[in-house]
């Protein structure tokens, strides 16, 4: 079954302070978003109908807007009651929660300063990226050509709109070698993160991370961190070399989206999903789903 496509589906999206029917969620072609990738976006699950971390992922979503020289035009409490509403009409349950901000058609030229800040919130099903029966196998990893680019060169740890030009190249170009996704590197060849997807390595008992300095420090992330904390699991967060991948038995990536994501292959780097990945996807599965995760 095909589904319709995202501009023509039932439900409601949240407008600039308004919910509007789904079809009607429109801009015009004109919008400074759209020439100049002057917007930012969060994504965020939520699980029998709560927000995973609603309040860190609003969090984000003003600092993005921040940090592209955007103000958005409401409080992290309007983002919530917005998100809450949304998800209720939606049916609650387990969704996918779009929630982002635009330079508006006010204004077209590269400098828009007057131009206005729209904001919008949609919730779709978004069930498990992977199969939960064959997800234990593991996914296959391209190794990307493009870079993250460093520091001095954009503000990443904004999750804005045109930073994502190269991780669609490179997933595009990983898809068409039959990977799922592509490992990006940093501006100087040390591993970074994947097209849209933090990433973790074990060796020997012990998780290794590469320092989320120079890309985007992931929700899941975070809290992959600490649930290996509460369970005396030890979290090396360092810079990580290509030449290293050989010597990691388990790896796997995490995100929203994702979640926690065995992976088998990077290259011809190999790992085999083990027992330390199945323990952390069953620790995150559960923390997501408590009560108190919504406020975390
Ligand atoms: N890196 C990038 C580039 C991403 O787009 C995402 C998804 N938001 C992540 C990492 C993972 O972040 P999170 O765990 O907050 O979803």
Redesign the pocket.
Known sequence: MTLPGFDDRDGFIWLNGACVPWREARVHVLTHGLHYGSCVFD?ERAYEGRIFRSKDHSRRLLRSAELIDMRVPYTIEQLEAAKSQILELAGGGNKYVRSFAWRGSEMMALGSQSAHIHVAVAAWPWPSLYDPKTKMRGISLDIADYRRPGPSCAPVQS?AGGLYVT?TLSKHAAERKGCADALMLDWEGSVA?C????IFFIADGILHTPTADR??D????QTIIALADQRDIMVIDRRIAVSELASFSECFI????AEITPVSTIGSYRFTPGRMTQTLIDAYASRVREPDARIA
């Not at 992931?218 to 992330?221: F, L």
């Open positions: 994504g999750k991780a993160e097209t849209g997807a933090n890309f985007l992931g929700i899941t992330r995490c995100g929203t989206a």
